[in-house]
């Protein structure tokens, strides 16, 4: 077993360890500090997968800015200390049984079926390779949706700012 | 990463995934769902970059489509942190439970 | 002046009259709308003399006999190109006759309800629907087409319940309505199965074309229809039969003449006209009509026809003589003679000097009408006097209303068949064409004109001699003209309607006839007549104890006859007792329960499955994504069994 797959089981069991907290812990702000943790961990999948860049957009996007947002608003719309009020068991149940039917499904799917690599030679996933066929508008060009994407994000921001302006009452 | 089986990676996800399907039904909290939620679409961009890997070598598209789900997913926690707080606003609480003036 | 577009008016005034006094009655004054409706009616009388005239003497006959003439036609309904349902106007002798006696006794009854009625709070609806109801029995007279006198006698039927009906405050008023209205409704669906049995046949709803298909030698459709029996009478004499139950129904025959004593609750106006002169004989019309079908094909049904028009003339006849109402006597006594006409064109038969009851019944018809809206106006006249209907309370009024008196004698003498009045010419032809087909009738008939004469005396005594002459010698009827002139004009008709030569203008195939007018053979009925004038003189004109004694001395004879025989007991017993418990019942538990329950358990199974799904719209997003999640996984599980 190399120190590859070690970091890796390592990693893994702390993913799902904090995803685990974050998903069953009773108070909100820890619940967002887990997954804190877990959407590191992921980034350090990502690293060990040689994905560099993606790592760092996980730790940017996701780190700096998604579970800081979640932060806030917990902020905005909690009181410190709060405990969340606890869901009825039926309904944790139901929620217990369907997804662990459907975990187990997946995962009989995947450990059966056989993912055969294609025999091409490898590319390097540089951040240069990336940004080249991102912005190329030759065949196997993704700039109209990174421009599409680009224009989603500022229709989101302005609808969020319309969505959360206090409307003044007349 | 030669020593790790696609499968593990795999198992790992869907691991992730079904843990955010489980807080998604079992959570009342509105924010507690959302991270639910971005578990989910975590566990998917950890697939999308281990096919990209160990099945596509030679491809940049998982990684791609990594990319405009973070940024999709930005978007979106950007517009639901906006519908949470008016939502606070109107009934000043985020708990589903409060909130299903949609029944019926 | 055209007399096509004069009869087309006869019908359309009246109706354009309903329809203006009924639209704007409210807004004129209650004396203008009677002054409208009688000026109009009097003006359809004008016009239907003058119809009359031109057909009798102009444009009726053809090569020696009055045939019939469509004055107007159109095909209002087709259903196949040889069945329509046509409107239309056609005249001819019976036909014009029924013009005649209606628009005549209208106007009158018009002209003396003015006064009659006056100050009722709904003067101006009683017009309007005296003018419907004389549009409706014109519109019966003149049809083309069997549809369209089954139209118009619904019509009629409507206009006779509204009428009745018009003191509605009145319980029994409205009793009596919806009791004429349910008797005459459901003898009318014999008519109607007769209707569609005959146009099922014959194939066509026309009269004439219908009578020509159905009296032709070796017809099709004849062969056709009478090639089935049942019970022993051919399948036409069924239908015949049938029609013929509305014809009684509306016409009073028993066993359906239950409703018409107790229309009398109607204002007397129009119970003379209605209930006496016009609508009571349409049914006696009908037969005339389709007399032609009757006598050729089904001679059989036509003389049951005679019995039953034979009883009932004798049983009417025996209950008038008890009944204290005067109303009520006149009522049977129009039941009565209705039935001496049903019965002489029972007797009636087809083909030359077989047809004289035809005539007979047509001439009685006419002489009727004058005299019994004449008793119905006088008696109304008396009414208004004493403001009773019980001849208790009646008596030595000749004095106080002398014209009323007057008159009333002439119609009493008319009607018990003395002559040179209307009556007896009329009477006479009945029973010698009876006594030469059918003695037993005939005898029932001589005897009965015996009892009518008795009970019409009856009243007439009772009513203007008994008692002492009214103390106070006032007279009541100095200023009511509008009420005298009517009766003196009817009293011209009831004594000189006789000396008209009938026979050479109304017969069964428009050739003319000779009533036959023996000498000899009217000194019996004569005879018999002028006797029970002379008893009920002996019995009633002077106050005594003799009629109590008489009466107590046949007690259950006077009893039954007083209580009607107790036909209204036996309906009320079939239809309250046995078919209310036996059929109303039931059918009601069923509607309720099956019925009721079937249409229920729907609407509570729809409801109960809504509620138990209405849960999964339960607008919780977890509850959606649990659906979504599970509908997703057992799609994957179908892919992977598929494909795996």
């Keep these: ?27 909100i702000f820890r619940a967002a500090v887990f997954l804190l943790f877990s959407l590191i961990g992921i980034a350090g999948v990502y690293i060990l997968m040689d ?11 996701y780190v700096g800015g998604i579970v800081v947002l979640i932060i806030f608003s917990i902020f905005l719309t909690h009181s410190s200390g709060e405990r969340l009020a606890p869901q009825k068991l039926s309904r944790i149940i139901r929620a217990g049984i369907l997804s662990a039917i459907g975990m187990l499904f997946s995962v009989w799917i995947i450990t059966h079926h056989l993912f055969l690599p294609v025999t091409a030679p490898p590319i390097e996933h540089s951040v240069q390779n990336i940004g080249l066929q991102l912005l190329s508008y030759t065949s196997y060009g993704y700039v109209f949706p990174f421009e599409v994407v680009s224009v989603l994000l500022l229709a989101a921001l302005v609808g969020s700012i319309v969505i959360a302006m206090k409307i003044k009452k007349q | 990463m030669e020593h790790v089986p696609l499968a593990h990676v795999l198992i790992l996800s869907t691991i992730l995934f079904f843990l955010g399907i489980y807080g998604f039904f079992s959570r009342r909290n509105l924010i507690t769902m959302l991270m639910s939620i971005e578990l989910i679409l975590n566990s998917v961009n950890i697939n999308f970059v281990a096919f990209n890997k160990y099945v596509y070598p030679h491809q940049l598209e998982g990684v791609f489509f990594t990319l405009f789900i973070i940024t999709i997913a930005a978007a979106e926690v950007s517009i639901s942190i906006a519908i949470i707080i008016n939502l606070y606003r109107r009934f000043n609480t985020i708990d589903i439970e409060d909130t299903k003036n949609m029944k019926f | 002046m055209n007399y096509d577009l004069s009869a087309v008016l006869i019908l359309i005034l009246p109706l354009i009259s309903f329809i203006g006094l009924s639209l704007f009655g ?7 709308s009677g002054l409208i409706g009688s000026v109009v009616l009097v003006a359809t009388a004008v016009l239907s003399l003058f119809v009359a005239y031109g057909y009798f003497f102009d444009f009726g006959k053809l090569d020696g006999a009055y045939v019939k003439h469509i004055a107007f036609q159109f095909s209002w309904l087709q259903f196949n190109e040889n069945l329509s349902i046509d409107l239309g106007l056609v005249l001819d002798p019976i036909s014009v006759m029924m013009l005649l006696v209606i628009t005549f006794v209208s106007a009158m009854v018009h002209i003396y309800s003015m006064n009659y009625m006056h100050g009722e709070e709904r003067f101006t609806m009683y017009y309007a629907y005296l003018s419907l109801f004389t549009f409706s029995m014109l519109g019966l007279v003149v049809s083309v087409n069997l549809f369209q006198m089954y139209m118009f006698w619904e019509l009629v039927g409507v206009s006779s319940f509204l009428l009745i009906g ?43 074309v219908l009578i020509e298909r159905l009296t032709a030698t070796g017809s099709p459709y004849l062969a056709g229809f009478t090639s089935t029996t049942f019970m022993g009478l051919s399948t036409l004499s069924w239908a015949l039969l049938l029609v013929f139950a509305g014809g009684a129904g509306k016409s009073a025959m028993f066993p359906l003449h239950i409703w018409l004593p107790d229309a009398m609750e109607g204002p007397t106006p129009v119970s003379a006209l209605i209930h006496a002169a016009t609508m009571v004989v349409a049914g006696v019309f009908l037969v005339a009509r389709l007399f032609h079908v009757f006598a050729v094909s089904a001679p059989d049904a036509l003389s049951i026809i005679a019995y039953i028009g034979a009883f009932t003339a004798m049983f009417a006849a025996v209950i008038a003589c008890t009944q204290t109402d005067i109303k009520r006597v006149l009522a049977y006594s129009t039941i009565s003679q209705i039935a001496f006409m049903m019965f002489a064109l029972g007797v009636a038969g087809w083909g030359e000097g077989q047809n004289e009851g035809f005539t007979a019944s047509m001439f009685h018809l006419f002489t009727h009408a004058f005299f019994k809206a004449l008793l119905f106006l006088g008696a109304g006249a008396v009414i208004h006097a004493v403001h009773s209907n019980e001849m208790k309370d009646m008596g030595g009024l000749r004095k106080a209303l002398p014209i009323t008196h007057v008159t009333f004698l002439l119609a009493c003498l008319a009607i018990a068949g003395i002559p040179p009045f209307a009556g007896f010419f009329s009477k006479e032809a009945i029973l010698s064409s009876a006594f030469e087909h059918n003695k037993i009738i005939f005898y029932v008939g001589l005897i009965t004109s015996g009892i009518t004469a008795f ?20 007279n009541h009827e100095g200023h009511t003209w509008s009420m005298n002139i009517p009766l003196i004009i009817l ?19 428009g050739k003319a006839i000779e009533l036959p007018f023996h000498l000899m053979f009217s000194i019996a009925p004569v005879l018999i007549g002028v006797t029970a004038i002379l008893l009920a003189w002996a019995l009633y004109g002077k106050k005594s104890e003799l009629p109590a004694k008489l009466s107590a001395s046949i007690a259950f004879l006077y009893q039954s006859a007083y209580h009607k025989f107790y036909i209204d007991e036996i309906y009320l017993f079939v239809t309250k007792k046995i078919l209310f418990n036996l059929i109303g019942r039931p059918a009601a538990w069923f509607d309720r329960t099956i019925v009721n329950g079937m249409i ?39 892919l992977v069994i598929k494909f795996m």
């Design chain 3, 26 to 32: 409210k807004r004129i004054k209650p004396e203008l």
């Design chain 3, 491 to 509: 009293s011209l008709g009831a004594v000189f309607a006789g000396l008209i030569p009938f026979g050479s203008f109304i017969s069964a195939d």
């Design chain 3, 455 to 474: 009970y019409m005396f009856r009243l007439y005594f009772r009513i203007f001699w008994n008692k002492a002459p009214h103390a106070d010698g006032h």
């Design chain 3, 600 to 638: 229920n358990a729907t609407a509570s199974g729809t409801v109960s499955v809504s509620e138990s799904i209405k849960g999964m719209q339960s607008g919780r997003l977890q509850t959606y994504a649990m659906f979504f999640l599970g509908g997703i996984l057992m799609l994957a599980a179908l």
């Design chain 3, 166 to 208: 018009f003191y509605f405050t009145k319980p029994s008023a409205i009793a009596a309505a919806k009791k004429a209205f349910i008797v005459t409704r459901f003898a009318d669906l014999g008519f109607l199965i007769g209707i569609l049995m005959l146009s099922f046949g014959a194939k066509t709803l026309d009269f004439f």
């Design chain 1, 1 to 27: 077993m190399s120190v590859e797959a070690i970091i890796f089981y390592i990693l893994a069991a702390l993913i799902i360890t904090f995803g685990v907290l974050t998903v069953f812990t009773r108070k």
């Design chain 1, 51 to 61: 994905m560099q860049f993606v790592a760092a957009l996980q730790i940017v996007v």
